[in-house]
């Protein structure tokens, strides 16, 4: 199955968009600021692969599970998906870790739990 990775990248970009309305963690909650650093990353991570690419570093490995698209050589088409999905990743992540701890610092003190006083 040529699309199988295609697709559960796909999935996988999708279930970060649902983890993101459902918790307003990035673009639900700014959406020119996570468009922007989404943006960046995925162009830093791009960038690094065309370098590593043209060093000869990186190369694209042959699978029947790949759409043997490719957006430059070496560069399948994937890897976009894949770049895009690790950045959202790391953007909802960071944003939900804020969250909470935020939730976190912001509960009531407990009399003789959190305020050191025994009574």
């Known amino acids: 199955m040529q699309v199988a990775y295609l697709l559960t990248l796909l999935a996988s970009l999708g279930a970060m968009v649902l983890l993101d309305a459902r918790f307003r963690l990035s673009f639900w909650q700014n959406p020119v600021r996570a468009s922007v650093v989404l943006g960046a990353g995925v162009a830093y991570f791009l960038l690094w692969d065309l370098f590593g690419i043209g060093l000869g570093i990186f190369y694209r490995g042959e699978t029947d599970l790949m759409t043997g698209l490719q957006l430059a050589p070496e560069l399948p088409v994937e890897e976009l998906v894949f770049l895009t999905f690790l950045c959202y990743l790391t ?29």
């Open 91 to 119: 953007l909802n992540a960071v944003q939900g870790a804020r969250l909470l701890l935020g939730r976190r610092g912001a509960r009531p003190a407990r009399p003789g739990v959190d305020d050191g006083t025994h009574g």
